[in-house]
């Protein structure tokens, strides 16, 4: 586990892309995104999804750049998520991509899959220094490294300390831990605190935590483009959830529903009433300056006993892409090399996408990282030797899973169905998204 101190851690079937006309992924001209000239300048546009913290570094890396090659010159534009996707399908659709594209695990087929996007490797992007298994996770089957992570991260279990201290409960050893040892420790919590506290949040909800689950026994959330778990894993998981609000270790299904609804400094997990909570190890950061006192951030619990079984896996926390139809890959390609590979770059970016996939940046940077920062280096540091192998990358509508998953477990702990029929019901509304 890693606290304070040991630190010192759109729609998804897009219909525009439908009519995109057959970019092959080493295709280099097509009129969208920037322009070159005659003299070797060349103009390029970078695209990404962001807060203030992300666009003000985003346009300081840019700045940094200049000083590498002054002759390709970058137009930014910055964007939030809600509308983000919506957009790019409209200018993709009308041959107007920008060329560097920040992209999501969740639309790496929708583009890549339709030859929207540039193969990275083909390209020549130098990914030597790249820790192992953080680059597979931009590769599809065809076509090849469409994207290259920007920042890993991994699956958390984070704790608020100061609830454990109140109730009176010792932290458990997370690497020795149990899906069982979870429960009985949050119920410990829930009796030994006042009424309105509870020992963990809810996770039927949680999409990440559903792929730790059934990669843990065995499967996974996708195969070969379909569902990778059958209904009696998806069962399991939710009989889980049932039994965390049965017990008391987690709230009743409402104020759960309401609990989710929350901005982050405002859960439960924030305002000391939850003392554990799920989350992505790029949260970190935002959790741990929510939480009076700091968080410890613990590996999740396995079926075994021992972290060698957790199953967890380097996720990108986005990505960098080019778009196909780019007029100056060639540039492009400069760019994003400096954005994956420039130890300057690294040191301005910061940890603010994720912890950096390339290694020498990441030692780089380390000395100048807050303690906060730390807490989700040291983490992913740590569980490097425990990874499985990494998932197969979101198919073509599978980025609905999450409102199927969501669906599903509400009406479970609602009691509108039974768990059951909702490890069913996750089966089929997956095959059917995905067909």
């Known amino acids: 586990m890693f606290t304070r101190r040991s630190a010192l851690a759109l729609g998804l079937a897009f219909p525009g892309l439908a009519g995109l006309a057959a970019c092959g992924p080493n295709a280099t001209g097509g009129g969208s995104g920037g322009s070159g000239s005659e003299d070797g300048s060349a103009s390029l546009r970078l695209a990404w999804w962001g807060n203030p913290t992300r666009n003000e570094n985003t346009e300081q890396v840019a700045e940094a750049f200049k000083e590498v090659d002054d002759s390709i010159s970058l137009a930014l534009e910055p964007g939030e998520w809600s509308g983000y996707w919506d957009k790019l399908a409209t200018q993709t659709a009308g041959g107007d991509t920008p060329d560097i594209i920040q992209m999501d695990e969740k639309y790496i087929a929708e583009y890549g899959g339709r030859g929207a996007l540039l193969n990275l490797a083909d390209a020549g992007l130098d990914t030597s220094e790249f820790a192992e298994g953080s680059v597979e996770v931009g590769e599809l089957p065809e076509g090849g490294l469409v994207a290259i992570n920007a920042g890993l991260n991994a699956m958390t279990f984070l704790i608020n300390p100061a609830v454990f201290e109140e109730a009176g409960v010792e932290i458990p050893d997370d690497t020795t831990w149990t899906w069982d040892d979870l429960i009985d420790t949050a119920v410990q919590i829930t009796e030994n605190t006042p009424e309105g506290t509870w020992g963990m949040s809810q996770i039927a909800p949680v999409q990440a935590l559903f792929q730790v689950w059934v990669r843990q026994q065995g499967q996974d959330q996708y195969k070969d483009g379909g569902p990778g778990f059958d209904a009696t ?203």
């Open 233 to 435: 894993v998806g069962t399991s998981l939710l009989e889980f959830a049932q039994r965390i609000q049965d017990s008391g270790a987690g709230p009743e299904a409402s104020v759960s529903v309401e609990d989710a609804a929350q901005s982050l400094d405002q859960t439960l997990f924030s305002t000391g009433r939850v003392a554990m909570t799920v989350a992505w190890s790029n949260q970190v950061v935002a959790h741990d300056q929510a939480v009076e006192g700091g968080v410890v951030v613990m590996r999740p619990p396995s079926t075994t006993g021992s972290a060698d079984d957790a199953q967890l896996w380097y996720k990108a926390s986005m990505y960098w892409s080019i778009s196909a139809s780019s007029a100056n890959p060639e540039a492009a390609l400069k760019v994003v090399d400096f954005l994956v590979n420039s130890p300057d770059a690294g040191e301005i970016l910061g940890v603010e996408r994720g912890v950096p996939g390339n290694l020498a940046v990441r030692e780089a940077i380390t000395p100048d990282l807050t303690e906060a920062d730390m807490l989700a280096v040291d983490y992913l540091n740590a569980i490097e030797s425990e990874l499985g192998a990494a998932p197969e990358i979101t198919p073509q509508g599978g980025g609905e899973f999450e409102n199927i998953l969501k669906r599903a477990g509400e009406d479970v702990l609602f009691g509108n169905i039974t768990p059951e029929e909702g490890g069913q019901r996750l089966v089929d509304e997956l095959a059917a998204a995905l067909s």
